[in-house]
């Protein structure tokens, strides 16, 4: 299977050389097409600073990240906004913007900032809401929306570019329990019927044990991937799970709480 993108011996963290911080170095992982991937990990681990720099937003320290055939400084902005969408957690300043324009958006990779949107750009918006079942919010102001609302609204913007590949920093959070399950089962069958590539952070972590292809494992000390059976059959799941009182059963893929 042809990796979509792979990172190759990557250092992440802040600064250049002098103040210099480094959250991990020596990452080696790979995203497949028409897989869904959940990236998971402790409280602090460095999930949104991995996230943000395979993303180009900020700086990598060491090492290579490969987008197809091209390592991803040498695109443009331009470029990477066809290619890969992105919903990171930094609130939007869209007070006043409908949820509709805010979604549209997501097409300015192909219309131009101030561009117009031809009657194919509008249903594709539409279907993104639609997608994330916000559609009956189209015409509300994005400044008024709840959290989870507003989380949706941005997961719409990045459908709405149609790139092939979509990152997105904890896409569940502040969503009903109903709502958890049907985000990730919508994305992941944006994966397995539409050929997109998707990697989410997430603190669900049953959920994603469940519902994922592949996960990222992130420690302090690495970052380990792999198919999800794969991962809970070779007893690393349990080593990153199991805690005092929880444990990890690989044959129903769930955590128990257990007395002690």
């Not at 131009?112 to 997608?131: K, N």
Request: charged content about 25%; hydrophobic content about 40%; proline content about 3%.
């Amino acid at each position: 299977m042809k990796d979509i993108l792979r990172l190759s011996d990557l250092t992440i963290g802040y600064g250049k050389t002098t103040n210099r911080r480094v959250v991990m170095q020596g990452i080696e992982a790979a995203l497949h097409p028409g897989r869904l991937t959940c990236l998971i990990g402790d409280n602090g681990v460095g999930k949104s600073t991995l996230l943000r720099t395979i993303s180009a937003f900020q700086p990598k320290l060491g090492g290579e990240i490969m987008l197809g055939e091209r390592e991803i400084d040498s695109f443009t902005r331009q470029e990477l906004a066809r290619l890969i969408g992105v919903v990171l957690t930094e609130r939007p300043q869209v007070q006043n913007l409908t949820v509709f324009q805010m979604a549209a958006m997501g097409r300015s990779p192909y219309t131009g900032f101030f561009g117009r949107l031809s009657d194919d750009d509008r249903r594709i918006v539409g279907e993104s809401l639609r997608m994330v079942g916000i559609e009956h919010l189209a015409g509300r102001m994005a400044g008024t929306l709840s959290d989870g609302e507003r989380q949706k609204m941005m997961t719409a913007k990045a459908l709405a570019q149609q790139t092939s590949v979509v990152f997105l920093d904890e896409p569940t959070a502040f969503l009903d329990y109903g709502s958890k399950v049907e985000t990730l089962q919508m994305l992941r069958s944006l994966c397995h019927d539409n050929g997109k590539t998707i990697l989410l952070s997430t603190h669900d972590l049953e959920l994603a044990l469940q519902i994922a292809d592949d996960l990222w494992v992130m420690t302090h000390e690495r970052l380990i991937t792999g198919p999800t059976a794969a991962l809970a059959a070779d007893g690393t799941l349990s080593r990153f799970i199991d805690k005092r009182g929880i444990r990890f059963d690989p044959t129903t893929m769930t955590i128990r709480v257990v007395a002690e």
